[in-house]
């Protein structure tokens, strides 16, 4: 799970009022959590790079960068990858 945190940078902080089984059930659930948002932000990146691929090889541009430390990507990094794609369709145009 500290992986999980790590890499989608999300804080977690267990309640002290709760017993070992709540904090444990509490935990399997936000790793569910969050291995579904891991999940669900690889597959927007893989349809974002495809799109990109496309839309570069058609103009003759290059790639948008996505950074190799980067194991999943930020909602910031996707939101920049958005603008990045809809500049090139409107070049495009």
């Known amino acids: 799970m500290q992986m999980l945190v790590v890499v989608l940078f999300v804080m977690v902080q267990p309640s002290e009022s709760l017993t070992i089984l709540q904090v444990?059930?509490?935990l399997r659930n936000h790793v569910d959590a969050l291995s579904t948002q891991k999940q669900k932000r690889l597959q927007q990146l893989r349809q974002r790079l495809?799109?990109?691929?496309?839309?570069?090889?058609?103009?003759?541009?290059?790639?948008?960068?996505?950074?190799?430390?980067?194991?999943?990507?930020?909602e910031q990094q996707l939101a920049d990858f958005d603008k990045h794609i809809q500049e090139l369709e409107a070049e495009k145009v």
């Open 24 to 26: 444990e059930k509490d």
């Open 50 to 74: 495809q799109v990109d691929e496309q839309l570069c090889a058609s103009l003759g541009t290059t790639q948008f960068h996505i950074p190799s430390s980067c194991v999943v990507p930020t």
